[in-house]
């Protein structure tokens, strides 16, 4: 699930840096603005990549798909881009956590038939 979920919050972090280039155009947006959310989010992305498989990882991830879609109403594409985001998340968790249980029970399979020999 972390490789999955990870290799989505990258793409993230690239979506809300040119969101912010884009917002930048905005005249009623001042640059430091736009930056510091931007900056705080894309940096929010790189923190989650290490957090996904602590308690509560998935769930700050939910949350950051929510604010991507809610962004839309500053760079009406992020609407379209965030709802994206938010199925490759859900993609990310669902078989993610499909592969691992997949994977404990190859390994339990595996030492089962090790112990047996």
Do not use: Y
């Not at 884009?22 to 640059?31: F, G």
């Not at 992305?45 to 839309?72: E, N």
């Not at 594409?77 to 994977?103: C, D, I, N, Q, Y």
């Amino acid at each position: 699930m972390r490789t999955l979920c990870a290799s989505t919050l990258i793409g993230e972090f690239f979506v809300i840096g040119f969101a912010g280039l884009v917002a930048m155009k905005d005249p009623d947006l001042s640059m430091a603005t736009v930056w510091t959310v931007s900056g705080v989010a894309m940096v929010f992305c790189l923190l989650l990549c290490g957090m996904i498989t602590r308690p509560g990882g998935v769930q700050l991830g939910w949350a950051l798909q929510v604010a991507l879609i809610a962004s839309g109403f500053v760079v009406p594409t992020m609407f379209f881009l965030g709802a994206v985001f938010a199925a490759l998340w859900w993609a990310s968790v669902h078989f993610g956590r499909k592969v691992e249980e997949a994977k404990a029970r190859f390994a339990a399979q595996a030492e089962a038939g090790g112990n047996a020999a």
